[in-house]
């Protein structure tokens, strides 16, 4: 039992890149994919934090007494990959209410609907 608690993160970061995953694989809804791929992100922030943190290690700050440090370098990874994510995110869902605007839907099956549509009542109109 302690041994699955030791390990209780990463499992988290299993789970949450599954959902991430089928969220975006599975479903049609622009918005809904663009929400997968933040858990799916946040998933690998989890993991990049875990893997910096060392048992017993302290901050890298030269003290006496302290020989095990935990390295800060993910945490600064992570910190600027939350901003690009943000941004990302920010670019991602002004495309889905653009497309909104211009097709009626954010469903990735209804958005090639309307071309055939008005392709084949243009070859209908061509042919008589």
């Not at 007494?65 to 991602?92: K, R």
Request: hydrophobic letters at 50%; one cysteine or more.
């Amino acid at each position: 039992m302690s041994t699955i608690l030791s390990f209780f993160n990463y499992w988290v970061v299993v789970a949450l890149m599954m959902i991430g995953f089928y969220c975006v694989i599975a479903r049609g809804n622009m918005v809904k994919k663009i929400m997968g791929l933040n858990l799916f992100q946040t998933s690998v922030f989890i993991l990049f934090v875990t893997s910096g943190k060392v048992s017993g290690g302290s901050t890298p700050i030269l003290r006496e007494g302290v020989e095990i440090y935990s390295n800060p370098l993910p945490h600064v990874i992570v910190l600027t990959a939350i901003v690009v994510g943000v941004a990302i995110t920010s670019v991602g869902l002004a495309l889905a209410v653009r497309i909104q605007e211009a097709y009626g839907t954010i469903e990735d099956d209804h958005l090639g609907d309307d071309d055939d549509d008005e392709r084949l009542a243009l070859e209908d109109r061509q042919r008589r």
